[in-house]
Every structure is written in structure tokens, then in C-alpha cells.
């Protein structure tokens, strides 16, 4: 099993739908991360969280939200879908006591497309 | 707006050749560097980091940044067909707020 486990893996919805992508972990790791990739740009930081209590807005936070329902689970949420919102994401997790590695564990990514 | 460049590919070498893949960025305050690979459909791995001047080398890779010149570059020696894939560059203090890249994407013909 991986260690960092998104679903849904496909989603296709509508404009105007909410969407929610859930995201939990086995790794034990207090950080978690929502990134955006589209296709001809890099990743896009969306959200990110230190732990339960600590959520930060990455660069391209509008149009999404966030909770952080445990350490271990982490979820993205599109209150109203928007074609452009069209994209891959990927949760991804690290641990504090090792940031300046930067080592981002990245879980399968879940493709979302809004007609 | 702080950004890491890259040339977006795809870079072709023959099996066994040296691939060279570079990335710029424009913050002088990042610390930290980064180089992701990412197969087609996949998520991104860590591969190399580096934080100082000078070079890194770990098996086939060797990651080399020059601060002064806001440059990090990835060489792959003896580069393989399983070498084919997208490099994502990634700077910043720390895990916390990476940017990243736009990637390259190699390709590694037999």
C-alpha cells in the first residue's frame, strides 16, 4: 500500500459542483501539502499545513480550501468547481525534523477535470 | 515574483552519453535546491539536494550549484533508457515553500 494515499484518483464533475479530495498517510509525518500541476508548469503550492492546528495559504490558495481532519489526513476542497480548475493534484507530506532535506513525499495524484 | 526556470525539453541523448539539465532561479535568498524526477503518469521523487556552492555527487547524478550565478545544474552520466523521464528543479529555504520548475524532459535513446 502507499504510504501517501489519494482518492479519488479520476473525477470528472461540472462547473459549479463541490469537490472534495482526500488525502491520509502512513508515514508518520506532521507536514502536509496540496500542490496543483498543470500541464507546462511546475508544481503549484496550494495549501500547506504543519500540523492540525497550523494551515497556511500556498500561491494559488483562491478557489480552494482546507482541513486537516488529523495528523495523518488532509483534504482539498473546491467549493465550486471551475473549468480551469482542471488539473493533476498531489498531496504531499514531510517531516519537520528532516524539512531542510527537502524531501517531499508525493502520493499517486488525483486527475480532476470540470466541464 | 520569485521563479525557477527551466528549459522545458525534451533534451535527446544516446544511452551511455551525459545528459546535462539546468535551471536558473531568482531568488537569492533560497537556500535550498532540489532535483525531482517524475515518470510520465507518476508522482515526482527526490533525487538529488544540494545547498552549497560547488558540486554533489551521488551514484550516476551530480547535482552543481553556483549562488553567484543563481544556477543549478543535473548531470546524469552513463544515462540510461529508464533515465527518460521530466526533472523538476525546485528551490527555497526549505520543504516549506519550494518552487518549483516547469521541468525538462529527457529522453535517452538506445
Known amino acids: 500500500d502507499a504510504d501517501v494515499t489519494q482518492t479519488p484518483r479520476n473525477r470528472i464533475t461540472k462547473t459549479g459542483k463541490r469537490i472534495m479530495l482526500e488525502c491520509s498517510q502512513t508515514?508518520?509525518?506532521?507536514?502536509m501539502y496540496w500542490y496543483r500541476q498543470d500541464p507546462g508548469l511546475g508544481l503549484q503550492l496550494i495549501y500547506y499545513?504543519?500540523?492540525?492546528?497550523?494551515?497556511n495559504k500556498g500561491e494559488i490558495s483562491d478557489g480552494y480550501s482546507v482541513s486537516r481532519q488529523a495528523q495523518a489526513k488532509f483534504s482539498l476542497s473546491l467549493e465550486s468547481a471551475i473549468p480551469n480548475q482542471t488539473a493533476l493534484y498531489f498531496c504531499?507530506?514531510?517531516?519537520?525534523?528532516?524539512?531542510?532535506?527537502?524531501?517531499?513525499?508525493f502520493g499517486e495524484g488525483s486527475r480532476l477535470t470540470v466541464l | 515574483q520569485k521563479e525557477v526556470e527551466q528549459n522545458s525539453g525534451p533534451l535527446s541523448v544516446p544511452e551511455g552519453a551525459i545528459a546535462s539539465l539546468n535551471c536558473t532561479y531568482s531568488?537569492?535568498?533560497?537556500?535550498?535546491f532540489f532535483w525531482y524526477r517524475q515518470y510520465s503518469g507518476k508522482s515526482p521523487e527526490l533525487i538529488m539536494s544540494?545547498?552549497?556552492?560547488g558540486d554533489k555527487e551521488d551514484g550516476r547524478f551530480t547535482a552543481q550549484l553556483n549562488k553567484a550565478s543563481q544556477y543549478v545544474s543535473l548531470l546524469i552520466r552513463d544515462s540510461q533508457p529508464s533515465d527518460s523521464a521530466t526533472y523538476l528543479c525546485?528551490?527555497?529555504?526549505?520543504?516549506?515553500?519550494?518552487?518549483f520548475g516547469t521541468g525538462t524532459r529527457l529522453q535517452v535513446f538506445p
Open positions: 531568488d537569492r535568498g533560497s537556500q535550498s
Open positions: 525546485a528551490g527555497g529555504y526549505n520543504t516549506d515553500k519550494l518552487i
Open positions: 499545513s504543519f500540523d492540525v492546528k497550523d494551515i
Open positions: 544540494i545547498y552549497s556552492n
Open positions: 504531499a507530506t514531510s517531516d519537520s525534523l528532516n524539512s531542510d532535506t527537502g524531501e517531499l513525499f
Open positions: 508515514k508518520g509525518h506532521d507536514r
